[in-house]
């Protein structure tokens, strides 16, 4: 069965960091790309940004571009998203979702975890 | 970034009858290659992560029950509830991934019950 489990979110000051992980399970991680999608309370999806299965290829949100680094350990089965400078607009419920296929873009998103809440506020 | 916008924003339908949800992208997602339209259509409940319905435009994710279609090529697509069931009440996104530089979704469509 396909898991995908985040954890990292919080309540964080403005201009401050914060590490989202996804863990991963029930799939072989490194043949596929990952991403990571927002829904701020009340609002619509949000893509941030997606990393293929070897790290060769990555991209971000203009929102989010210089700000947020996705990274992953495939020995881990791990997704993560470095998140700098934070924002009051950053607050979302950040979602860890699987590609179809290795490659970032090009595939659609066929399985999702249940979201980590990220609350940027002083 | 290529945009998706939907029609309508909301939806009631009664229970039985059918409910069609729009999807228009501001430049073609058909890949020429392949001849693969690259548009997903997403259902999310409340409290509820998104769970994929239609990837392709037209191909059904395995164990998604067959009221639900998805049509269209190029810039407009549908998505397609033969008749309605209480537990399709959600809001519904389609998403474009044709583009090598960013993922884009819908505003989303919230679908009742009238």
Redesign the interface.
């Known amino acids: 069965e396909v898991q995908l489990v985040e954890s990292g979110g919080g309540l964080v000051q403005p201009g401050r960091s914060l590490r989202l992980s996804c863990a991963a399970s029930g799939f072989t991680f490194d043949d596929y790309a990952m991403h990571w999608v927002r829904q701020a309370p009340g609002k619509g999806l949000e893509w941030v940004s997606g990393i293929s299965w070897n790290s060769g290829s990555i991209g971000y949100a203009d929102s989010v571009k210089g700000r947020f680094t996705i990274s992953r350990d495939n020995a881990k089965n791990s997704l993560y998203l470095q998140m700098n400078s934070l924002r009051a607009e950053d607050t979302a419920l950040y979602y860890c979702a699987k590609a179809r296929g290795g490659y970032y873009s090009g595939y659609d998103l066929s399985f999702w975890g249940q979201g980590t809440l990220v609350t940027v506020s002083s | ?1 290529i945009v998706m916008t939907q029609s309508p924003d909301s939806l009631a339908v009664s229970l039985g009858e059918r409910a069609t949800i729009n999807c228009k992208s501001s430049q073609s997602v058909l890949y020429s290659s392949n001849n693969k339209n ?1 548009l ?1 259509w ?1 259902q ?1 409940k409340p409290g509820q ?4 319905l239609i ?2 435009a037209s191909t059904r ?1 395995s164990g998604v029950p067959d009221r639900f279609s998805g049509s269209g090529s190029g810039t407009d697509f549908t998505l397609t509830i033969s008749s309605l069931q209480a537990e399709d009440v959600a ?1 519904y ?1 389609c ?1 474009q ?12 469509t919230r679908l009742e019950i009238k």
């Open positions: 970034d690259y997903a997403y999310q992560p998104p769970k994929l990837y392709w994710e809001v996104y998403q991934y044709y583009s090598t530089l960013s993922i884009t979704f819908g505003q989303g």
